[in-house]
């Protein structure tokens, strides 16, 4: 257990809707990044939240777009959803700052576009 | 960009056997991570290089990150079934610790008993 929470589990939603990805990150971590793992794959950046702002982007289109609340959990919005945005969404924290250390990985959110 | 390439992409051994699990780049690593993943889960926490030259080791495996930072190798002693699973290597974009990583695509091992 890493302390990092997702909701939901598993999701499907269809071409053109929009979704909210949820992560809790562990106590005492401020930075949150988010990644996209389609099957067979490795998982590929979306985006960094520290302190509330975006820090750093992925090569990930201006619809995926998230935000990171106070208390650090952070959400991931996905809009005009399409087939290719079927993957496992994983959140990851990390402790206090830009250098900090070890991420450490949530449980992921199953997405499923039909 | 850079690019992480794992060999090999799937290994079957035998329960007891040893093996090893590599992860090259073509460019300087700063921060090579090694993770585990059950299929569909997230992914776990094994081991962090940051040295040239580096190994940390974590009951039976034991990772190591090269002289020159661009190749990295996972080994496991005596697997057992509960090191089944896929491996993953990322590594820091750019050229400080900032926790947007790269992946490599994986390596999936399975363990006959």
């Known amino acids: 257990e890493t302390g990092v929470t997702q909701s939901p589990t598993h999701l499907i939603k269809t071409r053109g809707q929009q979704v909210t990805l949820r992560c809790s990150s562990q106590?005492?971590?401020?930075?949150v990044s988010w990644y996209q793992q389609a099957l067979g794959q490795g998982p590929q950046f979306i985006f960094q939240y520290y302190r509330e702002e975006e820090n750093g982007r992925g090569n990930f289109p201006p619809r995926f777009s998230g935000l990171q609340f106070p208390n650090y959990s952070s959400e991931l919005n996905v809009n005009a959803l399409e087939l290719d945005d079927s993957a496992l969404y994983l959140c990851a924290s990390r402790p206090s700052g830009l250098a900090g250390g070890t991420q450490y990985f949530g449980p992921g959110t199953r997405l499923t576009v039909l | 960009s850079q690019e992480l390439e794992q060999s090999p992409q799937s290994l079957i051994v035998q329960e007891g056997k040893n093996l090893t699990i590599n992860c090259t780049s073509s460019k300087t690593l700063y921060g090579l991570y090694w993770y585990k993943q059950k299929y569909g889960e997230g992914l776990i926490f094994l081991m962090m290089l940051q040295k040239g030259g580096e190994e940390k080791s974590h009951e039976k495996i034991t990772a190591k990150l090269d002289e020159k930072k661009q190749q990295s190798s996972l080994h496991i002693t005596a697997s057992q079934p509960s090191h089944a699973g896929i491996y993953l290597c990322g590594a820091d974009i750019g050229s400080s610790n900032t926790g947007k990583l790269i992946f490599g695509q994986g390596t999936t091992l399975q363990v006959k008993p």
């Open positions: 106590s005492g971590h401020n930075t």
